[in-house]
């Protein structure tokens, strides 16, 4: 990667798992997931947030068909995909993520709609800002 050596590469990671941390998007779940990666595996978080996003993809096309239904009665349904989320992200390390799907929750479950425009939109931006992040790290681990 425009020829960086691996030691800038691993700076460049450092600095920016570090900010992640600072802005809230991640957590030390993160870490210890990382630290379960190893020679035997070495694709292992890789592999981990590949599947995330495949599930998050599913569960967040199921969530949008929820909300544009102009009858929707069903809060349990709701809060099933909600809690699959909170579960994986909080999984991955996905802080940001795992606490707007706490307060998306917590308008389903006080059944408000117009409460779930904004956790949902907020969900929506955190979990692009958490795959740009995973993306980049990813990019950056493979050029190692």
Same mark, same amino acid.
């Given at each position: 990667?425009?020829?960086?050596?691996?030691?800038?590469?691993?700076?460049?990671?450092? *600095?920016?798992?570090?900010?992640?941390?600072?802005?809230?998007?991640?957590?030390?779940?993160?870490?210890?997931?990382?630290? #379960?990666?190893?020679? @035997?595996?070495? $694709?292992?978080?890789?592999?981990?947030?590949?599947?995330?996003?495949?599930?998050?993809?599913?569960?967040?096309? $199921?969530?949008?068909? #929820? #909300?544009?239904? *102009?009858?929707?009665?069903?809060?349990?349904?709701?809060?099933?995909?909600? $809690?699959?989320?909170?579960? @994986?992200? @909080?999984?991955?390390?996905?802080?940001?993520? *795992?606490?707007?799907?706490?307060?998306?929750?917590?308008? @389903?479950?006080? $059944?408000?709609?117009?409460?779930?425009?904004?956790?949902?939109?907020?969900?929506?931006?955190?979990?692009?800002?958490?795959?740009?992040?995973?993306?980049?790290?990813?990019?950056?681990?493979?050029?190692?």
């Amino acid at each position: 990667m425009l020829g960086l050596g691996a030691d800038r590469l691993w700076a460049d990671m450092n *600095r920016l798992l570090a900010l992640l941390f600072h802005q809230g998007v991640l957590d030390e779940q993160f870490v210890q997931l990382q630290q #379960l990666q190893d020679e @035997s595996s070495p $694709n292992f978080v890789c592999e981990v947030v590949t599947i995330y996003f495949h599930e998050s993809e599913k569960l967040l096309k $199921n969530l949008r068909g #929820l #909300l544009m239904e *102009r009858e929707f009665s069903d809060y349990k349904k709701m809060g099933i995909h909600l $809690n699959q989320f909170m579960g @994986s992200s @909080s999984s991955i390390g996905a802080k940001r993520v *795992r606490n707007v799907c706490v307060a998306f929750r917590a308008a @389903s479950e006080q $059944n408000n709609r117009a409460g779930w425009v904004r956790p949902f939109l907020l969900y929506t931006r955190a979990s692009m800002h958490t795959f740009h992040f995973f993306t980049t790290s990813l990019s950056l681990s493979l050029s190692l």
